[in-house]
C-alpha cells in the first residue's frame, strides 16, 4: 500500500515534467490521466485506511483524517483535468497558443500535485513547505491571462497568502519549540508524537502556535477577516483554477489548520481550541452570507460561497460530537465536487454569455441543455439540499451541535445558511429561468442558438453532480468507515 | 536575583535588537535602494546570528544554513531587486498613507505590543533567550505596519521578505534544533517567491507604467 502513497504523491509531478516537452495533445492526455489516476488510486487507499493507517517511508503518512483531504483534492484533480482540455479551447489571452498550453498544465499538474502532497506529509514543517508550494503555483495560473484584473488579483493573493504563511512558519516554530521540551532537540515534527504527547507539552506555546496557525493557515482558508484575496484570486482566475482553488486549495489549508487543532486538543483539553473556532467560523458565515446577497458577478458570487462553507466547516469543528465531525469530514468531500461544478458551470456561462455579469445571463436552461440542469444542480447542492452530500453533511453538522449542546450556535449555522441559500438560488433561478435574449442585430451570434460550447466542459459536471448524489444517498461503507475514523481522530478518541 | 547573561544571550539578544532597527530604518527609508540596502544589511545580521548560535549551541549545520542564508539574502535578493529597479527606472518608494512620522509611532505601538504581548506569555527555558523571541514577534509586527502604509510594490515586497527575516529570527532562537533541510527548504522557497513576485511586479509596471498600488483597485465587492 506504501507504493500506492508514493505514487499519488509522484503521478502529478511526473505529469508536470512531460507536460515541460510534450506536444499539446500529449499534455492533454496526461493530464487527465494523472487527473483521473490519482482519484482511482486514492480511492484504492480507502479499504486500507478504513482499518489502519499506511506509512511509507519516514515522511509519508496517510490516516483517516488525510485521505479525506487527498480524496477532496483528487476528485477536483480529476475533473478539472477533464475540463481544462474544453476550456483551452477557446482561450489563450492573445499569446502564443502552444507557449500558453504549456504553462497552463504545467502549472495545473504542479498545483494538483503539490495540493496532493500536503496531506500526505508527516509533520508540521512539511506540511509547510507543501503549502507554500501550493501557494507559489496558484498565484502564477490566477495571473496566466496577464490582464489588469488577474495581474491585480495575482498580486493581492500572493501577498497576502504569503504573509500569512508568515505567520504560520512562525506557529511551527513556536510548536516545534513546544515540542522540543518534551522530545529534545532532534525532534522533527511528525504528527503522532506531537498528538500523543497531550499534557507533557507546555501549554502556553502550544495555544499561541494553535492561535498564529488558526491565523496564518485561515489566511488560505479564507477566514474572514483574512479573506480579502479570495474573491478576486477566484473571480479573475481561469475557470479551471477558480474550481482547484475553491474545491482543493482552501480545503487543504483547513486540513493545515485541523493537524495543529489536534495537537492543541491533547495539550490544552478541547474547550480553547473550539472556541477559538467557532469565534473565526461565525465571522466568516455571517459576513459571506450576507455578501451572497448582493453579487454582481457569478464566480465572485461562488468565491463568497466558498467563505460561506468554510465557515460551515470551521463552526462544525467547534462542536465535539463525533457526528458533526463526521459531518465535517463529509462536508470536505461534498463541498469540493459540489464547488468544482459550480465554478465549471460557471466558466460554460461565461464562455457562452462572454462576459462575467450576472445581469446579462438570461434563459441559461433553454439555451444550455446541459449546463443549464447541471449548473442548477450544483447550485441546490451547494445551498445544502436534499438528495446532495451537502445536506447530509450539514445535517450531521447541525444534528451534532444540537446533541452536544452547542445549541446557539448550531442556531445561529441554520440561520446563516438559510441567508446564504437565498442569496444563492435568487441570483441563479434568475440566470436560468428568465426568458432567454431576444435575437436583435446579431441574431446570427452563437449566443441565440441552444448549444454546449464544448462537451469536455460537460462531462466533468456530470461526474461532480454522480458523486454528489451518490454520497448524499448513501455514503459507502468503506468510506464510511474511513469518515468516522477521521472523526474519532479529530475528537481525540485515539 | 539576576544571572549574568551569557555570552550567548547577550550576543543573540544585541542582534535582535539590531534586527528590529534595521526594520525601523526600513520603515523610514524614502529611496528603494536604501531600503534594499537595510534588508541586505538584516540578513547580514541574521547570518551572524546564525553563526552565534551554530558554535555557542554546538549545532554544525546551522553554518550550513549560515552560508545559505548569506548567498541568498544578502546577495541574490537584493541584486534581483536591483536589477528589476533598474529596469524599470523606480526610485522612490510610494509616498505612504501615512506621513513618516506617524508610520513610525504607529510601527512603535505596534514593536511595543509585541514586545511585551510575548514577554507576558513566559514563555521560558533555560536555553531560550527570551528577549530574543519577543523582538522577533516586534520584528513582525513592524514588517506588518511597512507592508501596509507602503503603497509601491518593490516596498510591499521587501516588506515580506523583511517580515520573513523576522520569522527566521524567531526560528534561530527558540528552534535552532529544527532539521537543517526543512531550512533549506524554506531559504528555497523564498527564492521562489522573489522570482515570482519579480514577474508579477514587471507584468504590472508593464501595462501601467508604475510600481503604484494605487492603480490596483480594480476589484473590489
Redesign the interface.
Known sequence: MSAVVVAVLCIGFAAALVCLVAPPVVMKAVTIIAGVGSLGLALSLVPTVATRDVTASHYLRVDALSLVFVLATAVIYALVSVYTVGYVEGEHGGQDVERYLRRFYVGINVFGASMLAAPLVDGL??LW?AI??TT?VS??LV?ID?S??A??????Y??IA??GL??A??AT??M??AG??VF?????LSYLPLIHAGHQL?A??VR?AFVLAVMGFGTKVGLVPMHTWL??AH??APTPVSAMLSGALLTTSFYAVLRYFQIARGALGSAFPREVMLAFGIVSLLLAALYLLD??DIK?LFAYSSIEHMGVLTIGMSFASPLALFGVLLHVIAHAAAKGNAFMGAGVMVRKYGGKRLADYRGGLSLLPWTGPLLLASVLALSASPPSAIFRSEFSIVAGGFADGGNAAAAVLVALVTVAFVGLTLASTRILFAAPPRPGPGADSPLYHPGEPSIWMVIPMVGGVAILVLLGVHVPGDLAHVLSRGAAELGGAR | MHPVPSVFEGASNTIAVLVLLTEFAMLRAALLRAQLRLYAAQSLLLSALAIVVAASRHVPELYVLAGLSFVLKVVIVPWVVTRLLRDTSTEIAGSGALGVASEVLVALVAAAFGFFAIGA???H?RV?PKTALSLA?AV?LVA?VL?IVRSD?IS??VG?FS??NG?SL??LV??????LI?EV??LF?LL??VV??G???R??HG??GSMS?TM????R?
Open positions: 514543517a512539511l513547505i507554500e508550494v507559489v498565484a502564477l495571473a496577464i489588469d484584473t495581474t491585480e488579483a495575482a498580486w493581492k500572493l501577498l504569503s504573509v508568515g505567520v512558519l512562525l516554530i513556536v516545534d519549540y522540543s521540551q529534545g532537540t532532534s525532534f522533527d507546555p502556553t506555546p499561541l474573491p478576486d473571480a479573475e453579487q454582481h465572485r | 506569555l513566559n514563555i527555558s531560550l514577534f513582525v506588518f507592508i510594490l510591499q515586497a515580506f517580515l520573513e520569522v524567531a526560528s527558540v528552534a535552532s534544533g529544527l532539521p526543512l527548504a524554506f522557497d521562489v517567491a515570482i513576485f514577474v508579477l511586479a507584468v504590472t501595462r501601467s498600488t490596483l483597485n480594480a476589484l465587492g
